[in-house]
């Protein structure tokens, strides 16, 4: 094996191993085993809804309860009524699973306890529709998001204003049941009120800052927006649950996974493997976190300060501003492996041998069949198509002719994204 496809063999393990960690099934059971009391109810929501689900009856939890995730990883649970959804772009599917977590909720009493198994990929497989607002305004103002920039907190401010449930609205219609909240982290700092648009979390961002920032980004532009808001200035009730509302009283939150068990996970396998034991020339790599190609540069950077030979490992979620021209087909994973290829190409300070790996944890990068990409120093290299792909937002083909894709089955979990980046 060339020196080169063994970095990309050593990366692509390490990956596996980040995976292997964050198994939503074998820590949702583990944290079950723990649990002291029966819950009367239990709600899983997320791309790993239906293995937290699972879990929990592998556990010997028989409680009835509602399961919603993703097409791909759907799978029927015994005793509870399970709906697959649209993800990222939410569908009538997501609003018939809100409508029936609505209803469970509002039957809970005071003798009951929901558990509640939130992962990510919540916020749009469950639109619950608050009053004024349509399935195609939610799909509008979903695809505005997904195009503007907006880091995934900014993006979850303005989602959770807009709905029925997120921002603490699930726990307030639950109470005075007990709630008890198991999640799996996707966003960056585990933020519970970011994660799924936090369902039993109070909102710490106040109506008018969160307004402000719907203005900033022009989002107001969308013609139902403005009347939805003027509704909630007039009507707090209809707000986000505040810090300090005692409906939060009677919930409890675990975070029981997140991107950095995964790191932890990938760097261990580093350490271990025999070109780097012990930590040689283990470097920093800067958080995923904003624009795409800012991370990439802030990467390359990084690497190009390094010691000649040694890893690093980051975590994280990037954005990708679309704008207004035509899209093709990648993902934020895959546009940042090339991003990084292409800087390191261009710079005279650039090290020879490196190796970027950038996937997403739940094996799915973007609306394709791909987790990533794995790029070399020594591959084949065209810096025009390359550029081309990236302007166009259409990288996964020219990925896919260079044997560049990084692909895994699906998960079942979501815990953002994984970048790993070798010298040699």
Known sequence: MSAALNQKSILRSAFDAALTAGHPG????????????????????????????????????????????????????AGMDCFASAHPVPDQRGVDAANAIGALVDRLGGDDHLLLLISGGGSALVPALPEGISLADKQQLNEALLGSGLDIHEMNIVRRLFSALKGGRLARRAYPAGVTSFLLSDVPGDRL????????????????????LIRQHKLDELPFVPPYLAALEVDPTRRP????????????????????????????YMTASGEFANGQGRFDLPPLVGDVRDCALALADAVCAASPVGYGV??????????????????????????????????????????????????????????????GASDDWDGRAAMAALDGHDVYPLLSRQNQLLEVEPTGTNLADIVIISVN
């Open 26 to 77: 074998r820590i949702t059971r583990a944290a079950i085993q723990k649990l002291r009391l029966q819950p009367t109810a239990i709600i899983a929501i997320g791309k790993a809804a239906a293995s937290m689900a699972q879990a929990a009856r592998d556990a010997g939890l028989t409680a009835p309860g509602i399961m919603v995730t993703n097409d791909e990883s759907f799978a029927p649970i």
């Open 193 to 212: 009120e970011s994660i799924a648009s936090g369902p039993a979390v109070a909102d710490p961002i106040d109506f008018d800052a969160a307004c402000a």
């Open 241 to 268: 649950v505040a810090i300090g509302d005692p409906v939060m009283d009677n919930v409890t939150s675990e975070i029981l996974a997140s991107n950095q068990l995964c790191q932890d996970a990938a760097n261990d």
């Open 314 to 375: 980051t975590g994280g979620e990037t954005t990708v501003q679309l704008g207004d021209g035509g899209v093709g087909l990648g993902g934020r994973s895959q546009e940042l492996a090339l991003i990084f290829a292409a800087i390191m190409h261009e710079r005279g300070d650039a090290p020879a041998g490196w190796t970027i790996l950038a996937g997403g944890t739940d094996g799915r990068d973007g609306p394709t069949d791909a987790a990533g990409a794995i790029i």
